[in-house]
Structure formats: structure tokens, C-alpha cells
DNA sequence: CAGTATCCATGAGGATACTG
DNA sequence: CAGTATCCTCATGGATACTG
């Protein structure tokens, strides 16, 4: 939870679950790792490129982390990290 | 604190505290009632145009009162709701 | 002092199609 | 399946000037 350099707490806490998916994102992982799809199909009206570029800002502040299985066709699991 | 109608409760926290200097005019607010101009100063880069905005919407949204003493000048307190 | 009026900039978010 | 590439829209926020 790198969230140092921020002068204020609040711009702090906004900047990790500000984004329009990112506190959903959050709130479904905590019952266990989702694939991708999973998330794009519960989240009903975000788009492929919002979902991943949401996903990985949340991977890049280490609130999440993904896994990916090399098989055909692709797997991808997020989970939150401890 | 009226935030029914929503069917995600992220959502609802979100439209609460999402605007860029919401809940740093709540923060404030804890301490105390304020005057539009403390306010102003003490979020240094917000314009009067923003802050106005904001603490109307707040205000609508039954997270803060207004109360305005007619005087001249003018003067305009802001404070939590209970 | 506490706003409003005007006008402007930006980027976050979205739709759609395509690919390894 | 899990994204990326492109292009687009619009709300949010901002600068400045003005006023009761």
C-alpha cells in the first residue's frame, strides 16, 4: 500500500478508489480472486478498456495483483493483496 | 444524510466524497464551523467558482448547513450537519 | 465577503473493432 | 479470454472579472 508522497490524506485515499470501477473492483475481490471476465461481467456497464486500465492503476499501488496462466485461451486472475 | 436511490452503496459513498474538495471541506468541518473565506484559503488552489459548487452540492446532499448572517459584509457559515 | 457569470481546458471515461 | 487501438463525448474543474 505504497500511498506515501501525498501531503494530504484525503487526496491520498481518493487517488486509490477514486476511479469510477476501482472501489467496486475492490469490494468484489474481497470474497476471493475473479478472473477478468468475471469482473467485467458484474460490473454490467464498464467497458474492456476502462476495466483493464482501472486494474492495472490498482496493480501499480499494489491494492491488487494479477496472476496469469499461460493457457489457450487465456486466464487471468486478480486478487487484493494482503 | 439522504443517499437512498442508489443501488450500489459505492456509488452513493462516491457521489458523497468524489468531488475533488468535498471531503476536504468536511475535514475541515469537523473542527468546527467555517467561513466561506476560511475555507478558501485553507484549500489554497480551489477557484470560488469550485468551492461555491461544492459546498452547495454538499449542502444538498444534507452533509453541511449554511447559515448566512445578514450583515455587511456578508457572512457565511458552514457547518456538519448532525 | 461571498458569491455569480463567462468562457475555457483537460482528462476520465466510453463505444467499437480488432488481436495474440 | 483478456486485453489494445482508435476515436469521441462530456462532465468536472479552472481563470478571471464582476456584483449586492
Chains 1, 2 share one sequence.
Do not use: H
Not at 494530504?8 to 468484489?28: H, M, R
Not at 501499480?60 to 494479477?66: S, V
Request: contains cysteine; aromatic residues 10%.
Amino acid at each position: 500500500m505504497k500511498v506515501y508522497d501525498y501531503e494530504c490524506p484525503i487526496d491520498a485515499t481518493l487517488n486509490v478508489i477514486g476511479g469510477k470501477w476501482k472501489a467496486s473492483c475492490v469490494y468484489y475481490l474481497i470474497n476471493g480472486p475473479k478472473r477478468y471476465s468475471e469482473l467485467f461481467e458484474v460490473l454490467e456497464t464498464v467497458s474492456s478498456r476502462i476495466l483493464s486500465k482501472q486494474l492495472k492503476e490498482l496493480e501499480a499501488q499494489d491494492i491488487i495483483k494479477q496472476e496469469v496462466f499461460p493457457e489457450s485461451p487465456p486466464k487471468v486472475v486478480y486478487s487484493l493483496t494482503e
